[in-house]
Protein backbone atom coordinates (compact mmCIF):
# COMPACT_ATOMS: atom_id res chain seq x y z
CA UNK A 1 0.00 0.00 0.00
CA UNK A 2 1.41 3.33 -1.11
CA UNK A 3 0.72 5.89 2.09
CA UNK A 4 2.48 8.92 0.16
CA UNK A 5 1.72 9.96 -3.31
CA UNK A 6 3.48 12.25 -4.68
CA UNK A 7 2.68 14.78 -7.80
CA UNK A 8 3.78 15.32 -10.34
CA UNK A 9 5.91 12.00 -11.19
CA UNK A 10 8.31 14.00 -13.84
CA UNK A 11 9.15 17.33 -13.99
CA UNK A 12 11.31 18.98 -16.51
CA UNK A 13 11.62 22.55 -16.34
CA UNK A 14 14.51 25.41 -17.56
CA UNK A 15 17.31 26.76 -15.45
CA UNK A 16 15.80 29.44 -13.29
CA UNK A 17 11.92 28.65 -13.30
CA UNK A 18 10.10 27.85 -9.46
CA UNK A 19 8.25 24.46 -9.13
CA UNK A 20 6.41 23.09 -6.52
CA UNK A 21 6.43 19.60 -5.70
CA UNK A 22 3.54 17.68 -3.67
CA UNK A 23 2.90 14.67 -1.20
CA UNK A 24 -0.30 13.91 -0.10
CA UNK A 25 -1.88 11.37 1.99
CA UNK A 26 -4.98 10.62 4.44
CA UNK A 27 -2.90 9.47 6.79
CA UNK A 28 -1.24 11.48 9.38
CA UNK A 29 2.32 11.17 9.87
CA UNK A 30 4.56 12.45 12.93
CA UNK A 31 7.03 13.68 11.22
CA UNK A 32 7.95 13.83 7.58
CA UNK A 33 11.45 13.87 5.64
CA UNK A 34 12.56 14.96 1.89
CA UNK A 35 15.35 13.36 0.16
CA UNK A 36 17.17 14.06 -3.06
CA UNK A 37 18.47 11.02 -4.67
CA UNK A 38 21.08 10.93 -7.92
CA UNK A 39 21.05 7.80 -10.14
CA UNK A 40 23.25 4.98 -8.35
CA UNK A 41 23.60 6.53 -5.24
CA UNK A 42 21.32 6.35 -2.01
CA UNK A 43 18.66 9.01 -1.01
CA UNK A 44 20.49 12.10 1.14
CA UNK A 45 18.14 14.20 3.72
CA UNK A 46 17.38 17.33 3.14
CA UNK A 47 15.19 18.05 5.22
CA UNK A 48 12.79 16.99 8.32
CA UNK A 49 9.49 18.44 9.33
CA UNK A 50 7.65 17.65 12.58
CA UNK A 51 5.10 20.28 13.47
CA UNK A 52 2.08 20.53 11.35
CA UNK A 53 1.99 24.39 9.60
CA UNK A 54 5.51 24.23 10.03
CA UNK A 55 7.79 25.89 7.13
CA UNK A 56 11.49 24.93 7.10
CA UNK A 57 13.86 27.08 4.30
CA UNK A 58 17.47 25.71 2.94
CA UNK A 59 18.57 28.07 0.52
CA UNK A 60 16.42 28.32 -2.53
CA UNK A 61 14.81 25.20 -0.61
CA UNK A 62 11.22 25.74 0.94
CA UNK A 63 9.47 22.96 2.84
CA UNK A 64 6.07 23.30 4.37
CA UNK A 65 4.16 20.76 6.20
CA UNK A 66 0.39 20.78 6.25
CA UNK A 67 -1.13 21.75 9.19
CA UNK A 68 -2.69 18.28 9.83
CA UNK A 69 0.29 16.52 9.22
CA UNK A 70 -1.09 14.79 6.26
CA UNK A 71 0.52 16.33 3.31
CA UNK A 72 4.00 18.34 2.49
CA UNK A 73 5.34 20.66 -0.50
CA UNK A 74 8.78 21.48 -1.84
CA UNK A 75 8.78 24.29 -3.84
CA UNK A 76 12.46 25.18 -5.15
CA UNK A 77 13.00 28.57 -6.61
CA UNK A 78 15.22 29.63 -9.06
CA UNK A 79 16.19 25.93 -10.34
CA UNK A 80 19.58 25.05 -11.15
CA UNK A 81 20.97 21.77 -13.11
CA UNK A 82 21.93 20.89 -9.93
CA UNK A 83 18.41 20.55 -8.35
CA UNK A 84 18.32 17.52 -11.21
CA UNK A 85 17.51 14.54 -9.38
CA UNK A 86 14.63 12.05 -7.84
CA UNK A 87 13.02 13.73 -4.88
CA UNK A 88 11.44 11.88 -2.38
CA UNK A 89 8.91 12.02 0.77
CA UNK A 90 9.28 9.59 3.25
CA UNK A 91 6.42 10.15 6.48
CA UNK A 92 7.34 8.52 9.98
CA UNK A 93 4.39 7.14 11.85
CA UNK A 94 4.27 7.14 15.71
CA UNK A 95 4.86 3.22 16.68
CA UNK A 96 6.07 2.44 13.28
CA UNK A 97 9.43 1.37 13.02
CA UNK A 98 10.36 2.65 9.44
CA UNK A 99 9.87 5.18 7.24
CA UNK A 100 7.07 5.14 4.25
CA UNK A 101 7.78 6.51 0.81
CA UNK A 102 6.24 8.31 -1.61
CA UNK A 103 6.13 7.61 -5.13
CA UNK A 104 9.03 9.88 -5.73
CA UNK A 105 8.97 12.85 -8.40
CA UNK A 106 11.96 12.72 -11.06
CA UNK A 107 13.10 16.65 -11.47
CA UNK A 108 15.22 17.75 -14.98
CA UNK A 109 16.10 21.33 -14.86
CA UNK A 110 17.80 22.14 -18.13
CA UNK A 111 20.26 24.67 -18.21
CA UNK B 1 27.32 13.39 10.06
CA UNK B 2 26.72 9.38 10.38
CA UNK B 3 28.06 7.24 7.65
CA UNK B 4 27.29 4.41 6.14
CA UNK B 5 28.70 2.10 3.48
CA UNK B 6 27.24 -0.76 1.21
CA UNK B 7 29.72 -3.35 -0.56
CA UNK B 8 29.77 -4.49 -3.17
CA UNK B 9 28.81 -0.79 -5.42
CA UNK B 10 27.91 -3.06 -7.96
CA UNK B 11 27.40 -6.86 -8.52
CA UNK B 12 27.02 -8.87 -11.16
CA UNK B 13 26.22 -12.64 -11.34
CA UNK B 14 24.62 -15.98 -12.63
CA UNK B 15 20.99 -17.23 -12.03
CA UNK B 16 21.28 -19.37 -9.52
CA UNK B 17 24.35 -18.31 -7.15
CA UNK B 18 23.58 -16.66 -3.80
CA UNK B 19 24.97 -12.77 -3.73
CA UNK B 20 25.95 -11.21 -0.30
CA UNK B 21 25.46 -7.60 0.06
CA UNK B 22 27.10 -5.56 3.80
CA UNK B 23 25.66 -2.88 5.39
CA UNK B 24 27.93 -0.86 7.52
CA UNK B 25 27.82 2.16 9.82
CA UNK B 26 31.08 3.60 9.61
CA UNK B 27 31.07 5.83 12.77
CA UNK B 28 28.22 5.07 14.70
CA UNK B 29 26.18 1.71 16.39
CA UNK B 30 23.04 1.12 14.77
CA UNK B 31 20.41 -1.26 16.49
CA UNK B 32 17.97 -1.13 13.61
CA UNK B 33 19.00 -1.26 9.60
CA UNK B 34 17.19 -1.30 7.27
CA UNK B 35 16.88 -2.86 3.87
CA UNK B 36 15.44 -1.37 0.91
CA UNK B 37 15.03 -2.66 -2.87
CA UNK B 38 14.62 0.29 -5.73
CA UNK B 39 13.58 -0.77 -9.21
CA UNK B 40 14.46 1.59 -12.12
CA UNK B 41 12.58 4.96 -12.14
CA UNK B 42 10.71 4.23 -9.02
CA UNK B 43 10.48 4.75 -4.97
CA UNK B 44 12.10 2.66 -2.63
CA UNK B 45 10.52 0.01 -1.00
CA UNK B 46 11.36 -1.63 2.40
CA UNK B 47 11.88 -5.15 2.38
CA UNK B 48 12.73 -5.77 5.95
CA UNK B 49 14.29 -4.41 9.56
CA UNK B 50 17.23 -5.65 11.25
CA UNK B 51 17.98 -5.41 14.71
CA UNK B 52 21.06 -6.23 16.34
CA UNK B 53 20.60 -10.12 17.74
CA UNK B 54 17.11 -10.88 16.99
CA UNK B 55 16.23 -12.05 13.85
CA UNK B 56 14.78 -9.39 11.03
CA UNK B 57 11.38 -8.41 10.34
CA UNK B 58 10.40 -8.92 7.22
CA UNK B 59 7.82 -7.02 4.87
CA UNK B 60 4.59 -8.34 3.12
CA UNK B 61 5.10 -10.46 -0.12
CA UNK B 62 9.18 -10.65 0.95
CA UNK B 63 10.65 -14.37 0.99
CA UNK B 64 12.68 -14.52 4.27
CA UNK B 65 14.05 -17.71 2.83
CA UNK B 66 15.47 -15.74 -0.43
CA UNK B 67 16.63 -12.97 1.01
CA UNK B 68 18.69 -13.79 4.02
CA UNK B 69 19.40 -10.68 6.78
CA UNK B 70 22.03 -11.38 9.60
CA UNK B 71 22.72 -8.23 11.82
CA UNK B 72 25.22 -9.23 14.23
CA UNK B 73 26.75 -6.81 15.33
CA UNK B 74 25.99 -3.03 15.77
CA UNK B 75 27.91 -1.82 13.17
CA UNK B 76 26.69 -4.69 10.42
CA UNK B 77 23.79 -6.01 8.35
CA UNK B 78 23.88 -8.25 5.65
CA UNK B 79 21.97 -8.81 2.58
CA UNK B 80 21.82 -12.50 1.23
CA UNK B 81 19.74 -12.97 -2.13
CA UNK B 82 19.73 -17.06 -2.71
CA UNK B 83 19.80 -18.56 -5.72
CA UNK B 84 19.03 -15.13 -7.29
CA UNK B 85 17.54 -15.16 -10.87
CA UNK B 86 16.89 -11.97 -13.38
CA UNK B 87 14.00 -10.89 -11.53
CA UNK B 88 15.92 -10.05 -8.28
CA UNK B 89 17.86 -7.57 -10.64
CA UNK B 90 17.43 -4.47 -8.71
CA UNK B 91 19.54 -1.58 -6.61
CA UNK B 92 19.29 -2.72 -3.13
CA UNK B 93 19.62 0.29 -0.21
CA UNK B 94 20.53 0.10 3.71
CA UNK B 95 19.98 2.69 6.23
CA UNK B 96 20.81 2.62 9.80
CA UNK B 97 18.84 4.79 12.53
CA UNK B 98 21.40 6.27 14.83
CA UNK B 99 19.91 6.95 18.27
CA UNK B 100 17.47 4.52 20.57
CA UNK B 101 14.92 7.23 21.30
CA UNK B 102 12.34 6.85 18.17
CA UNK B 103 11.16 10.20 18.28
CA UNK B 104 14.74 11.31 17.75
CA UNK B 105 16.27 9.04 15.42
CA UNK B 106 17.65 9.57 11.61
CA UNK B 107 18.05 7.17 9.12
CA UNK B 108 21.45 7.33 7.26
CA UNK B 109 21.17 5.18 4.13
CA UNK B 110 23.88 3.53 2.17
CA UNK B 111 24.86 4.37 -1.42
CA UNK B 112 22.96 1.66 -2.23
CA UNK B 113 24.62 -2.10 -4.85
CA UNK B 114 23.10 -2.49 -8.24
CA UNK B 115 22.69 -6.59 -8.17
CA UNK B 116 22.22 -7.68 -11.83
CA UNK B 117 21.67 -11.13 -12.36
CA UNK B 118 22.44 -13.08 -15.79
Request: aromatic letters at 10%; charged letters at 15%.
Amino acid sequence: TQLLKQSPQFLSIQEGENLTVYCNSSSVFSSLQWYRQEPGEGPVLLVTVVTGGEVKKLKRLTFQFGDARKDSSLHITAAQPGDTGLYLCAGDQTGANNLFFGTGTRLTVIP
Amino acid sequence: GAVVSQHPSRVICKSGTSVKIECRSLDFQATTMFWYRQFPKQSLMLMATSNEGSKATYEQGVEKDKFLINHASLTLSTLTVTSAHPEDSSFYICSALTGLARSTDTQYFGPGTRLTVL
